[in-house]
């Protein structure tokens, strides 16, 4: 049986400092992932809970700027390669482990996985409440700049 008493050879530097790489490693491919998929520059309304998603906000350099306004209820997305997906209530819901039950949960990430079809595709529309229908061009993000706040603070205390 091999001795555990070689893992109790390295200094406590060394270490450390393999601990510091492997934590810095995992915490720069977090933020690439994140950076990586499709960006509209759009801030939905958290607090809604009407069908569809209200737009809370829509950034300057977005591709949705111009086309979407503050107030705007986007009930669902479509896209030529996916076809149509409805919002459901539960869309910008930040912790899935507060729905009640794993069909929920189930349901959520589904759901969450038909809405990023949509957004990878090349163009979409958005079909807003009055019956609107807006074409986006979804682009990559701008920069580490757009993430959120929560998003650092969570990869800094992990």
């Known amino acids: 049986m091999p001795s555990k008493r070689w893992f109790y050879s390295f200094a406590p ?18 933020a690439m992932l994140a950076l990586s998929g499709p960006w509209l520059g759009v801030v939905f309304d958290r607090s809604y809970d009407g069908a569809g998603v209200r737009v809370a906000q829509v950034l300057d350099n977005s591709p949705a700027a111009g086309k979407l306004r503050e107030g705007d209820i986007i009930r669902a997305f479509s896209a030529a390669s996916h076809g149509r997906v409805e919002l459901k209530p539960f869309i910008t819901l930040d912790d899935p482990d507060q729905l009640s039950s794993y069909a929920e949960y189930n349901s ?8 990023y079809g949509v957004f990878a595709s090349p163009a979409l529309t958005a079909i807003l409440s009055d019956e609107r229908q807006v074409e986006i ?3 990559a993000y701008p920069g580490p700049t757009i993430l959120p706040g929560a998003f650092w603070a969570l990869l800094l205390l992990g």
Do not use: C, K
Not at 108 to 114: C, P, S
């Open 13 to 30: 530097v060394t270490t450390i400092t393999n601990a510091a790489i492997v934590a810095v490693s995992l915490a720069l491919g977090s």
């Open 108 to 115: 959520f990430f589904a759901h969450q996985q038909a809405v």
């Open 137 to 139: 061009s979804p682009a």
